[in-house]
């Protein structure tokens, strides 16, 4: 069995958003919580690059976790033509060489976003370097509850960037009408089980479209860690689609050492 | 009856008090009919689950509640019934009450405002069900949204239909928690539906500090989303065992046993 991995976490001090919930974690407080639940591994941001400024939060995050082994680096990106971020080709040096394996994008217009258009005329050099580095691209769009992602922009992506694995978090529970369609016709599109709430869901888009394209997320500390475990344990599907969805796929995308 | 009882989900009892059944306009579900209910709270370790169905929220209200009570009777002792009133025929809601109730499947009421226009809870339409939850002693759930009724107006149905058990959907998140806390404290018929509560770390764990936490449901919404999610963040909520045990089941059979569920 592969290592448990979660794909979705966050540390650092967060403004909150909401009067409950857990506003702060640490390193510490992460890797207890992974202990608690049972999750080898975690892909982890900072929430610094996600509410202020990705430059900042990059670095936070990269001191935070350099001697963690357990917490997979990801790193949050903006364009560069306005120099608030490095340019593209410093991608390399900057992120990868320091161990980052996967990048986020926050590209949505609302006022918890980073808007900007992910498109090929402003995001499109940033996309050619993730491609040929095969460095996957998780795009948060801030999906709550009704909402749908952009999907022609999340097609528009795929079609330019076949070889860049794209990860989808929070699809919510009302979209599978759009999804399909881009499952169906783009094999690099996968799926956070984080906040794919549709009941039988992971069940369906397993029979339909096999297991690999789905990865074990949690969104923790704002959302429940054991409660995606679970989600993902009870799904009834083959030990062997498990199994990746818990950790095999997403030690593949990372080519972290243990992926078989 | 084949229940995942392993941990966490190993507890004496657990009742999804907000559920539905069958397919819905706006989207996509596998699985929804009761066959596909009963797979999933195997796999979950529910034991019943209070429902209503979506044909009768958002379509044909009587059609729905015969979807209901044609799962209840294929299993009878795992699913029970929310017979759903439609405050757009108020000339009928007495009758379907009567209705539903006769057929020995449903144990309480369910009401969708807002797939129903907007109605407000205490407008004429939904006056003879309140009196009929009221005379029953009935659980009525009702939806609540950011675009529906205060806070104001569930406490002042509660205080006046003070014998009808009314559960707050969703929390009542929409409606503000200190508002919300204030209202369950204040009126012994009011509880908290958790469904939506529960897509995040910590709000049960408020919740139970701030109002009695033998009036918290666990709810799923199942198949409107899945109910995994929701009951697993219950189970590893930073809480007592016993709070978690009264929360996911035994606060359920307290309220339902005075409707018969079975």
């Given at each position: 069995m592969s290592?448990?991995?979660?794909?979705?976490?966050?540390?650092?001090?967060?403004?909150?958003?909401?009067?409950?919930?857990?506003?702060?974690?640490?390193?510490?407080?992460?890797?207890?919580?992974?202990?608690?639940?049972?999750?080898?591994?975690?892909?982890?941001?900072?929430?610094?690059?996600?509410?202020?400024?990705?430059?900042?939060?990059?670095?936070l995050l990269l001191e935070a976790v350099a001697d963690q082994p357990r917490l997979v680096p990801v790193a949050t990106l903006l364009p560069h033509h306005t120099g608030e971020f490095m340019h593209p080709r410093d991608y390399r040096e900057r992120l990868f060489d320091r161990g980052v394996r996967m990048v986020r994008v926050q590209p949505a217009a609302d006022l918890h976003s980073h808007r900007f258009p992910l498109r090929e005329w402003a995001f499109g050099p940033a996309l050619a370097v993730l491609e040929d580095a095969r460095v996957p691209l998780v795009i948060d769009f801030g999906l709550f509850r009704r909402a749908e992602p952009p999907w022609d922009t999340v097609a528009a992506v795929l079609?330019?960037?076949?070889?860049?694995?794209?990860?989808?978090?929070?699809?919510?529970?009302?979209?599978?009408?759009?999804?399909?369609?881009?499952?169906?016709?783009?094999?690099?599109?996968?799926?956070?089980?984080?906040?794919?709430?549709?009941?039988?869901?992971?069940?369906?888009?397993?029979?339909?479209?096999?297991?690999?394209?789905?990865?074990?997320?949690?969104?923790?500390?704002?959302?429940?860690?054991g409660g995606a475990l679970f989600h993902v344990e009870r799904a009834l599907i083959a030990d062997s689609a498990r199994d990746q969805i818990l950790g095999g796929n997403l030690a593949r995308l990372l080519r972290l050492e243990d992926a078989s | 009856m084949s229940l995942c009882k392993d941990p966490p989900s190993n507890l004496a009892l657990i009742i999804d008090a907000h559920a539905h059944l069958g397919a819905f306009r706006n989207f996509h579900i596998p699985g929804h009919d009761a066959d596909g209910l009963i797979a999933a709270m195997d796999s979950f370790g529910i034991d019943r689950t209070v429902l209503s169905a979506h044909a009768a929220i958002s379509s044909d209200v009587r059609r729905g509640n015969d979807e209901t009570t044609q799962a209840v009777r294929a299993f009878p002792d795992r699913l029970a019934g929310y017979c759903v009133v439609n405050p757009n025929y108020p000339d009928e809601v007495a009758e379907e009450l009567d209705r539903c109730f006769a057929s020995g499947c449903f144990v309480g009421i369910k009401l969708h405002p807002e797939l129903?226009?907007?109605?407000?809870?205490?407008?004429?339409?939904?006056?003879?069900?309140?009196?009929?939850?009221?005379?029953?002693?009935?659980?009525?759930?009702?939806?609540?949204?950011?675009?529906g009724d205060r806070i104001e107006v569930i406490e002042l149905l509660a205080q006046t239909y003070g014998d009808s058990q009314i559960l707050i959907g969703h929390a009542g998140l929409d409606l503000g928690l200190d508002q919300v806390a204030a209202a369950v404290n204040d009126h012994d018929n009011l509880w908290l539906e958790l469904c939506g509560a529960l897509s995040f770390r910590?709000?049960?764990?408020?919740?139970?500090?701030?109002?009695?936490?033998?009036?918290?449901?666990?709810?799923?919404?199942?198949?409107?989303?899945?109910?995994?999610?929701?009951?697993?963040?219950?189970?590893?909520?930073?809480?007592?065992?016993?709070?978690?045990?009264?929360?996911?089941?035994?606060?359920?059979r307290v309220l339902f046993e005075r409707s018969a569920l079975p």
């Open positions: 290592s448990v991995i979660d794909a979705e976490t966050w540390i650092g001090r967060s403004s909150g958003g909401t009067p409950v919930g857990v506003h702060h974690l640490t390193v510490d407080a992460l890797l207890a919580e992974m202990d608690r639940v049972g999750v080898d591994r975690a892909c982890v941001h900072h929430v610094v690059a996600r509410e202020h400024d990705p430059t900042t939060g990059n670095e079609a330019e960037h076949p070889d860049l694995p794209v990860i989808l978090p929070e699809i919510q529970a009302r979209n599978n009408r759009s999804l399909y369609p881009l499952l169906e016709r783009y094999p690099s599109l996968v799926v956070q089980s984080q906040g794919y709430f549709v009941h039988n869901g992971i069940e369906d888009l397993v029979t339909r479209f096999g297991p690999d394209r789905v990865v074990l997320a949690s969104g923790f500390p704002t959302k429940s860690m | 129903h226009g907007d109605y407000p809870l205490d407008g004429p339409g939904y006056q003879p069900m309140w009196a009929f939850a009221n005379d029953r002693r009935l659980p009525v759930l009702t939806h609540t949204y950011f675009g910590g709000h049960v764990e408020v919740l139970a500090e701030r109002v009695p936490v033998e009036r918290l449901l666990l709810g799923t919404d199942m198949p409107f989303i899945n109910a995994a999610s929701q009951l697993g963040t219950l189970l590893f909520a930073d809480l007592p065992r016993e709070d978690i045990e009264k929360i996911a089941g035994g606060n359920a």
